[in-house]
């Protein structure tokens, strides 16, 4: 039988699962055959050049998926971007 721990695991995930599968009908709820067949074409195509990132986005919580994504590829943000309070004043013409 299972212990407490290990059905509180397969009960999140079974809702982890639903609620994704929910929120993908939703997004393809009120289209066309045409148009969903070329959004998982798209999806597909995406998953194929991503291999990597896909298998991370499955496993991992977001947030760690992208700072595991940086960190193994080498990314740096390479904006320069300066949030200091003098540039943060705007001049309307």
Known sequence: MLDKSQSIFIAVSLFLITLQVGINHLQLRNKSKEEVERI??????????HPYLTMLLIFLPMPVAIFLENIL?????????????ESKEIEYK
């Open 73 to 85: 590829t080498g990314k740096t943000d390479e904006r320069n971007v300066s949030y200091s309070s």
């Open 40 to 49: 998982n074409a798209e999806r597909k195509a995406w998953v194929k050049r």
